[in-house]
């Protein structure tokens, strides 16, 4: 059954990270249409990109919602890894919108998890899902975006988590090596400094110090895969090895901190680009060893996301959550209203 249009016009949909913005229109529910990215890097401000976005498909949009890749904690917006800082009311009167929702990135993707078909997910490794357990959801892009789902009757909860930012625990010699050479940087090490695009590009450094050699601070995370996959740079491909091991190690802190045993959710940038390597890598071998607990995360699923926007997905499930509960309160307050009327 085909869906219908909107009654009051297309949906602004956003993800935004801290180096794209990806955007599109929703034109009837899960209807996406002229999906587009923009760099981050282009805009001066985040209102700069939404109107370079509608001018270029000619669009006017009463209700939007924003993805983005930091913490949504009140009306104020600084993102992380980047220089976008706005008011979402302000944001909102300047763009002419009715509606301007900014959630987290990673609660707008766990948000997704329900509505994913098989043909969105590749399984890595072993384990079932247990029907109605907690879910969870960790992805290495710019950064480390760490959520979960938790069910509650016929609906789930959403973690709104900025769980990439725990202390980093290393797990082997090798590890201990990276971490302080990265301490000696930074007061406080977390789990993203290592588990994200550019954690790759500090992972090779730190290997190549231990070992006497020059860093190459050219290299891009994009080049260091590239390079390390094609079997042309071996000390690529070690910090590709050793980054795996450590999102391995982060998935299953995860699943023993939520008991997820509905599964672990693979989403984010980088690992997608690892292609083949990933499902031999030592990510699934890492989050299995877990001392005592590794018979417990040994039966738990962990799913690479390959759907293609997984996020926007998301964000259109808080919307239309968002609207229809603002349609009932609106219904309810003129009910109460007439009800008021006739016994005046």
């Given at each position: 059954?085909?869906?219908?249009?909107?009654?009051?016009?297309?949906?602004?949909?956003?993800?935004?990270?801290?180096?794209?913005?990806?955007?599109?229109?929703?034109?009837?529910?899960?209807?996406?249409?002229?999906?587009?990215?923009?760099?981050?890097?282009?805009?001066?401000?985040?209102?700069?990109?939404?109107?370079?976005?509608?001018?270029?498909?000619?669009?006017?949009?009463?209700?939007?919602?924003?993805?983005?890749?930091?913490?949504?904690?009140?009306?104020?917006?600084?993102?992380?890894?980047?220089?976008?800082?706005?008011?979402?009311?302000?944001?909102?009167?300047?763009?002419?919108?009715?509606?301007?929702?900014?959630?987290?990135?990673f609660t707008a993707l766990a948000m997704s998890l329900p509505t994913l078909r098989p043909g969105d997910l590749a399984?890595?490794?072993?384990?079932?899902?247990?029907?109605?357990?907690?879910?969870?959801?960790?992805?290495?892009?710019?950064?480390?975006?760490?959520?979960?789902?938790?069910?509650?009757?016929?609906?789930?909860?959403?973690?709104?988590?900025?769980?990439?930012?725990?202390?980093?625990?290393?797990?082997?010699?090798?590890?201990?090596?990276?971490?302080?050479?990265?301490?000696?940087?930074?007061?406080?090490?977390?789990?993203?400094?290592?588990?994200?695009?550019?954690?790759?590009?500090?992972?090779?450094?730190?290997?190549?110090?231990?070992?006497?050699?020059?860093?190459?601070?050219?290299?891009?995370?994009s080049d260091i895969v590239t390079r390390g996959l094609s079997g042309g740079d071996a000390l690529s491909l070690e910090?590709?090895?050793?980054?795996?091991?450590?999102?391995?190690?982060?998935?299953?802190?995860?699943?023993?901190?939520?008991?997820?045993?509905?599964?672990?959710?693979?989403?984010?940038?980088?690992?997608?680009?690892?292609?083949?390597?990933?499902?031999?890598?030592?990510?699934?071998?890492?989050?299995?060893?877990?001392?005592?607990?590794?018979?417990?995360?040994?039966?738990?699923?962990?799913?690479?996301?390959?759907?293609?926007?997984?996020?926007?997905?998301?964000?259109?499930?808080?919307?239309?959550?968002?609207?229809?509960?603002?349609?009932?309160?609106?219904?309810?307050?003129?009910?109460?209203?007439?009800?008021?009327?006739?016994?005046?």
């Open positions: 059954m085909q869906n219908h249009p909107y009654p009051d016009g297309p949906r602004l949909l956003a993800d935004i990270g801290g180096t794209n913005a990806r955007f599109a229109l929703e034109l009837a529910p899960g209807a996406l249409h002229a999906v587009q990215t923009l760099a981050c890097a282009d805009h001066a401000r985040f209102e700069d990109a939404v109107r370079v976005y509608l001018a270029g498909v000619n669009a006017r949009v009463k209700h939007a919602v924003i993805a983005i890749a930091n913490p949504v904690d009140g009306d104020a917006i600084r993102m992380t890894n980047h220089h976008w800082a706005f008011s979402i009311e302000a944001a909102r009167r300047a763009l002419g919108l009715d509606t301007l929702l900014v959630v987290n990135d399984q890595v490794g072993g384990g079932a899902a247990l029907s109605g357990s907690a879910v969870g959801l960790v992805g290495a892009g710019t950064g480390l975006g760490v959520s979960g789902l938790v069910p509650s009757g016929e609906r789930w909860i959403p973690l709104h988590s900025e769980g990439g930012h725990v202390a980093f625990s290393p797990l082997d010699e090798r590890e201990v090596t990276v971490l302080r050479h990265a301490w000696q940087r930074h007061d406080h090490v977390s789990a993203e400094r290592f588990v994200s695009g550019p954690g790759l590009v500090l992972i090779r450094e730190a290997l190549a110090a231990s070992r006497g050699m020059a860093p190459d601070k050219a290299l891009a995370p910090a590709i090895d050793c980054f795996c091991g450590m999102l391995g190690t982060v998935a299953a802190n995860l699943a023993v901190t939520l008991g997820a045993r509905g599964g672990i959710y693979i989403g984010g940038g980088v690992v997608p680009r690892l292609g083949a390597y990933f499902v031999a890598s030592p990510f699934r071998p890492r989050f299995e060893r877990k001392g005592r607990f590794s018979e417990f995360t040994a039966r738990i699923p962990t799913w690479l996301i390959t759907a293609p926007y997984p996020a926007l997905q998301g964000a259109s499930a808080i919307l239309a959550d968002h609207l229809a509960d603002h349609l009932v309160q609106g219904r309810a307050t003129a009910s109460r209203s007439c009800t008021e009327a006739a016994h005046a």
